[in-house]
């Protein structure tokens, strides 16, 4: 199993940028995809890009394409999402997730944390 604890959000303008953590622990989760999604108040969870843990295959969603970047730091078991350019309609709650496969549907993918809050102000 992998247990995944996401961090970083927080409340920014506008044009900023903030950079989310997810820190994975567990068993053999080094051939998982690692992905990342976003669920505003009242809209179905979506989907905003995802790797594989070894790296390569990265896809964005083409709402964030070209402003956030996934990357991974082996020595600290984390992956990060790193936003820029940020716009209200960023506002959500953000996930990541770890699951077996590349898929851009969150029922493809089994493991989840908790999730955290990024606010972008216009």
């Known amino acids: 199993q992998v247990q995944l604890v996401e961090s970083g959000g927080g409340l920014v303008q506008a044009g900023g940028s903030l950079r989310l953590s997810c820190a994975a622990s567990?068993?053999?989760?080094?051939?998982?995809?690692m992905g990342w999604f976003r669920q505003a108040p009242g809209k179905e969870r979506e989907f905003v890009g995802f790797?594989?843990?070894?790296?390569?295959?990265?896809y964005y969603a083409d709402s964030v394409k070209g402003r956030f970047t996934i990357s991974v730091d082996n020595d600290k078991n984390t992956v990060y999402l790193q936003m820029n350019s940020l716009r209200p309609e960023d506002t959500a709650v953000y996930h990541c997730a770890a699951g077996l496969r590349l898929a851009t549907t969150p029922e493809s993918w089994h493991y989840w944390g908790q999730g955290t809050q990024v606010t972008v102000s216009s």
């Open positions: 567990g068993r053999s989760f080094s051939n998982y995809a």
């Open positions: 790797m594989l843990w070894s790296g390569g295959s990265t």
